[in-house]
């Protein structure tokens, strides 16, 4: 074969695997927003499969498109979350570990930083002590932590089945990619940022199995009073 000829090939080569590239990125695309808009999941594996191997790649085909590269991480761990709901469900709460960010602490905290993260010292001024308080009762180990260097080290001292995570979509989908062997659940902030970053507490709870607990026990109302006054909150 001549260099002409394998040129040639090499080059068709190349134009079948950028097209098939281009439809892979774009039916994820397509698909993804399906999900975000009208929380419809159709082949979550596909969906998964681009987000792993093409992460990076994604994100400046979102944006080349016009779409906030965001969307990448909102479909990661939106995918996620359905994909393991059930199984994480259906976890002992003592083989969870709820991870927090510690940026949903209050400005006037007085919790130390150690090894293990911070240890908050439950004096409910902010929304982590309410969680964190709420999570234990129920069998979770808590941790609140101020990056990932701190999720190695929990991974590598800890023994838990599940792994239920709030933080920014970024961390959040980045995280959950790491820890795909566990049947892993999000929540992403609603105000990111480096302090004073908000969560939605009830979705939180939600996932804890606190919200379904107070039903179940007929005290939705009380529930609802004592984990989401302002106060508290
Ligand atoms: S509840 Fe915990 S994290 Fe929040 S301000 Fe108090 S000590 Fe800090």
């Known amino acids: 074969m001549g260099f002409y000829e394998f040129y040639q090939i ?14 892979l990125l774009s039916v994820t695309l397509i698909l993804g927003k399906l999900l975000l808009k009208e929380n419809k999941l159709v082949f979550p594996r596909l969906l998964l499969f681009t ?13 080349n498109v016009g779409v906030n590269a965001e969307i990448v991480d909102q479909i990661g761990v939106e995918v996620r979350n359905k994909v393991n709901l059930n199984i ?8 969870k ?4 960010p510690h940026c949903l602490r209050h400005s006037d ?9 911070l240890v908050c010292k439950d004096c409910n001024r902010c929304v982590i002590g309410v969680l964190k308080k709420k999570a234990e009762n129920q069998g979770f180990k808590v941790f609140i932590i101020p990056g990932s260097t701190f999720l190695k080290k929990i991974l590598d001292e800890n023994k838990f089945k599940a792994v239920l995570g709030v933080a920014c979509y970024q961390d959040l989908n980045l995280a959950m990619m790491k820890l795909s062997k566990f049947s892993c659940q999000g929540v ?6 480096c302090i004073n970053t908000k969560v939605d507490p009830r979705a939180v709870l939600e996932k804890i199995g606190e919200i379904q607990r107070c039903k179940k026990e007929s005290r ?12 508290t909150l």
């Open 51 to 63: 987000i792993d191997m093409f992460y990076g790649l994604f994100k400046k085909f979102s944006e």
């Open 10 to 23: 090499f080059g068709q080569i190349a134009f079948f695997l950028a097209v098939t590239m281009l439809i």
């Open 188 to 193: 992403p902030l609603l105000k990111d940022g």
């Open 220 to 231: 939705i109302n009380s529930c609802n009073n004592k984990t989401h006054s302002p106060k």
């Open 109 to 117: 905290c007085e919790a130390k930083l150690e090894s293990s993260g």
């Open 97 to 100: 570990i709820l991870v927090l």
């Open 88 to 95: 994480f469900k259906n976890i002992k709460s003592q083989d």
